[in-house]
């Protein structure tokens, strides 16, 4: 699944650590969403999607 996890980060001028600081998971965590790795939890990517002021929607694309 694709997403914007990354280009949100870096806009907010976030590093890796404090968005998963804020999102009580860790660096590598954060790292997999960004690089495709892992794909979150629902409950995660609302969380992502409610720090972001965004809709889950908006920041993950499912492949087609």
């Given amino acids: 699944m694709d997403n914007d996890v990354r280009a949100l980060r870096l806009a907010a001028s976030l590093s890796q650590r404090e968005l998963g600081e804020a999102l009580s998971?860790?660096?590598?965590?954060?790292?997999?969403?960004?690089?495709?790795?892992?794909?979150p939890s629902l409950p995660l990517a609302i969380a992502i999607a409610r720090h972001f002021h965004r809709t889950v929607e908006e920041i993950f694309h499912v492949d087609n």
Avoid: H, K, M, W
């Avoid at 998971?25 to 794909?39: A, F, W």
């Fill in 25 to 39: 998971v860790s660096r590598q965590t954060v790292n997999s969403i960004e690089t495709g790795r892992y794909d």
